[in-house]
C-alpha cells in the first residue's frame, strides 16, 4: 500500500476565510483549493464537522462539512 496525501480545505471553521465576506466567494475559494489539490495529484480533500470558529466563535462564513463535500464531489 503506497502512502497517500490529504489536504484540509478552507471552509471557514479555522477562521481560514476571514475577510471574505461574499459567501459565494468563500466557496469559490473552497472550490478552487479542492481542485487545485486534484489536480496536484492528492488522494482526497478534507473537511471539518463542526458549527463553529475557532478558537473563538465569530459570524464569518463557516460552510457544514457533508453539504460541502457534496457539493465538492459534483
Known amino acids: 500500500m503506497a502512502l497517500q496525501f490529504g489536504l484540509l480545505v478552507p471552509q471557514g471553521w479555522r477562521m481560514d ?3 471574505i465576506t ?3 466567494e468563500a466557496y469559490e475559494t473552497m472550490t ?3 481542485q487545485e489539490a486534484e489536480a496536484l495529484g ?3 480533500i478534507w473537511l471539518f464537522d463542526h458549527f ?3 478558537p473563538v466563535p465569530t459570524q464569518e462564513v463557516t460552510f457544514e462539512c ?3 463535500t ?4 459534483r
Open 17 to 19: 476565510l476571514v475577510g
Open 22 to 24: 461574499d459567501p459565494v
Open 32 to 34: 478552487r483549493v479542492a
Open 42 to 44: 492528492y488522494d482526497s
Open 52 to 54: 463553529h470558529t475557532v
Open 66 to 68: 457533508w453539504t460541502s
Open 70 to 73: 457534496a457539493a465538492l464531489a
